[in-house]
């Protein structure tokens, strides 16, 4: 049982201001991907978009034709528990004097602040680097307590969130299709072939039906920074002599995820803030206390937050890593 006193109530508020004041956000990638949602429970569910499809030509005075709706796939997310500690003996608490164990406290809420925003970038930036396992990943698979997630470690249509042309995916009108491209390095001709994929052929909804899909991110790591620029911001086609107007210039926004992206040749192209959820379920709790069996005193952090996705639609990998 924890033991709260009046010493430890005014350090837990003074590791608030610690944590707030020390915190001095590093630029954050994932806010640019995700769509961020607020969440009020251990998972989430939902059903994948269908639309009743177009209208039907009903003649003067005559019925309107019912039809009964299409159900979609059952989409599932699901919030994690992060957390971490430090503690003291209460021999150490008694013996040296409050300065140290408080500046120690102040350091490690510091540090807290910038682990927060590390831990969600290398969890966010995992959907795309494990996106392509063929078997999933447990990231992808919402079951908590009491609930199992039917999809497993894939995602809500049985399959891995980027499905190469060998293993399409099937929409609830019968079509199928793919968003992976194998050997695919960036240049200017592979990410036409993504873009027109994106367009032309994935630009359908769960009736099969046509829907706008504009892709407006290129996604790369630190090593594709440079190619990706001269790809998007050459005023003339790179790499050739025919003087041709760059057609891809500016035609997305690059955003480069510096060390979290952990294959250093694999891009995507996507629609920011689309078919990506980043759940947020509890905001940042500290606290500080005394165990009432050791006697030691302890500092903690608690934070949770998770993952959905519910359209794979607006997202392609190229040249991803397809198994663990």
Same mark, same amino acid.
Request: aromatic fraction near 12%; charge should be negative; charged fraction near 25%.
């Given at each position: 049982?924890?033991?709260?006193?009046?010493?430890?109530?005014?350090?837990?508020?003074?590791?608030?201001?610690?944590? &707030?004041?020390? &915190?001095?956000?590093?630029?954050?990638?994932?806010?640019?991907?995700?769509?961020?949602?607020?969440?009020?429970?251990?998972?989430?569910?939902?059903?994948?978009?269908?639309?009743?499809?177009?209208? %039907?030509?009903?003649?003067?005075? %005559?019925?309107? %034709?019912?039809?009964?709706?299409?159900?979609?796939?059952?989409?599932?997310?699901?919030?994690?528990? /992060?957390?971490?500690?430090?503690?003291?003996?209460? %021999?150490?608490?008694?013996?040296?004097?409050?300065?140290?164990?408080?500046?120690?406290?102040?350091?490690?809420?510091?540090?807290?602040?910038?682990?927060?925003?590390?831990?969600?970038?290398?969890? &966010?930036?995992?959907?795309?680097?494990?996106?392509?396992?063929?078997?999933?990943?447990?990231?992808?698979?919402?079951?908590?307590?009491?609930?199992?997630?039917?999809?497993?470690?894939?995602?809500?249509?049985?399959?891995?969130?980027?499905?190469?042309?060998?293993?399409?995916?099937?929409?609830?009108?019968?079509?199928?299709?793919?968003?992976?491209?194998?050997?695919?390095?960036? *240049?200017?001709?592979?990410?036409?072939?993504?873009?027109?994929?994106?367009?032309?052929?994935?630009? +359908?909804?769960?009736?099969?039906?046509?829907? *706008?899909?504009?892709?407006?991110?290129?996604?790369?790591?630190?090593?594709?920074?440079?190619?990706?620029?001269?790809?998007?911001?050459?005023?003339?086609?790179?790499?050739?002599?025919?003087?041709?107007?760059?057609? /891809?210039?500016?035609?997305?926004?690059?955003?480069?995820?510096?060390?979290?992206?952990?294959?250093?040749?694999?891009?995507?192209?996507?629609?920011?803030?689309?078919?990506?959820?980043?759940?947020?379920?509890?905001?940042?709790?500290?606290?500080?206390?005394?165990?009432?069996?050791?006697?030691?005193?302890?500092?903690?952090?608690?934070? +949770?937050?998770?993952?959905?996705?519910?359209?794979? +639609?607006?997202?392609?990998?190229?040249?991803?890593?397809?198994?663990?």
């Amino acid at each position: 049982m924890a033991i709260r006193t009046a010493y430890t109530h005014a350090i837990t508020e003074k590791l608030y201001d610690w944590y &707030y004041e020390s &915190y001095d956000p590093l630029p954050s990638v994932h806010d640019k991907i995700f769509r961020k949602k607020e969440s009020k429970a251990a998972y989430e569910a939902s059903v994948s978009g269908v639309g009743m499809g177009k209208l %039907q030509k009903t003649p003067e005075m %005559q019925s309107i %034709q019912y039809r009964d709706p299409m159900e979609g796939y059952p989409v599932y997310g699901k919030n994690d528990t /992060f957390t971490d500690g430090i503690k003291f003996s209460k %021999q150490t608490v008694d013996d040296f004097p409050k300065s140290y164990i408080e500046n120690i406290l102040k350091d490690t809420a510091g540090t807290w602040g910038e682990a927060v925003q590390a831990t969600k970038e290398a969890f &966010y930036a995992d959907v795309f680097n494990k996106g392509a396992y063929t078997l999933g990943d447990p990231m992808f698979n919402a079951s908590v307590a009491g609930f199992t997630d039917p999809s497993g470690n894939l995602i809500y249509d049985g399959k891995c969130l980027f499905t190469p042309v060998g293993a399409k995916r099937s929409s609830k009108g019968g079509g199928t299709y793919y968003n992976s491209i194998a050997a695919a390095a960036l *240049s200017a001709a592979n990410l036409r072939t993504a873009y027109e994929l994106m367009t032309v052929t994935n630009n +359908r909804n769960e009736r099969d039906l046509p829907v *706008s899909i504009i892709p407006d991110t290129l996604l790369v790591p630190a090593s594709l920074k440079f190619t990706a620029e001269e790809i998007l911001k050459s005023e003339k086609e790179p790499y050739v002599s025919t003087n041709t107007t760059n057609v /891809f210039r500016n035609i997305v926004n690059l955003v480069v995820w510096n060390a979290y992206l952990t294959d250093t040749e694999a891009w995507f192209l996507g629609c920011a803030h689309k078919g990506l959820i980043a759940m947020d379920r509890e905001d940042t709790i500290l606290d500080y206390f005394q165990d009432e069996d050791t006697k030691a005193f302890k500092a903690n952090i608690w934070v +949770r937050f998770g993952l959905k996705i519910d359209n794979w +639609r607006f997202w392609v990998g190229c040249n991803c890593e397809i198994s663990a």
